[in-house]
């Protein structure tokens, strides 16, 4: 086949339209995620509080008159799905809130309604959480906190937006 100048020019041009299309859903996918990571932030340090029991850092070190022990999140093995899951039903028997306010009701959680948790629902927290800003959170612990090992200033300052709270950090 002999293909002319312009047959090709018209061709590069198909294929640069076909992966812009292709490559497009990336670039929004990727500003999707630091939009929900920010947002996941703000839920972790104000609405949702999580850093009461868990620490700014979610190494467990929290106020030291919150309930129960609260989990080093640095160190859990949890995936997403299941980060969601245990945001949104709380862990029964624990102080583990559940953060979706139709937990064991409309969501049967574990396996388990109302009845079937029975005295073993986790409590309510102070605020409930829609779906998207559970999945937030999820994003957030797991780009700034699963798996990172000790927290340090960086981290710290990060957080907090200033070194103020971060001096015992190097
Ligand atoms: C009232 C204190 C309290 C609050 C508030 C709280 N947690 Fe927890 N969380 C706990 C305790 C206690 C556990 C450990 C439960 C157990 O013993 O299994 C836990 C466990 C977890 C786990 C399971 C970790 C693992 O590997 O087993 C995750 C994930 C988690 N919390 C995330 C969060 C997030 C995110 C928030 C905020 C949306 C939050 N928690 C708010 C007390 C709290």
């Given at each position: 086949m002999n293909l002319s100048a312009t047959t090709l020019w018209k061709l590069s041009k198909v294929l640069v339209v076909a992966w812009a299309a292709t490559a497009l859903p990336f670039v929004d996918r990727a500003r999707a995620d630091e939009a929900s990571i920010a947002l996941g932030k703000l839920i972790y340090q104000d609405k949702a509080n999580c850093g009461a029991c868990h620490g700014w850092a979610g190494d467990g070190q929290g106020d030291?008159?919150?309930?129960?022990?609260?989990?080093?999140?640095?160190?859990?093995?949890?995936?997403?799905?299941?980060?969601?899951?245990?945001?949104?039903?709380?862990?029964?028997?624990?102080?583990?809130?559940?953060?979706?306010?139709?937990?064991?009701s409309d969501n049967p959680c574990y396996g388990l309604d109302e009845a079937g948790v029975d005295k073993g629902k986790p409590p309510e927290p102070p605020n409930s959480l829609q779906p998207k800003e559970i999945e937030a959170v999820a994003d957030f612990l797991q780009a700034t906190i699963v798996g990172k090992g000790s927290p340090n200033k960086a981290e710290c300052v990060a957080y907090f937006g200033s070194s103020n709270h971060c001096s015992q950090y190097r």
């Open positions: 030291p008159h919150a309930s129960g022990h609260a989990a080093n999140l640095r160190l859990t093995t949890m995936d997403r799905a299941q980060l969601i899951e245990v945001i949104a039903c709380g862990r029964p028997g624990t102080p583990m809130p559940h953060f979706d306010a139709y937990a064991y």
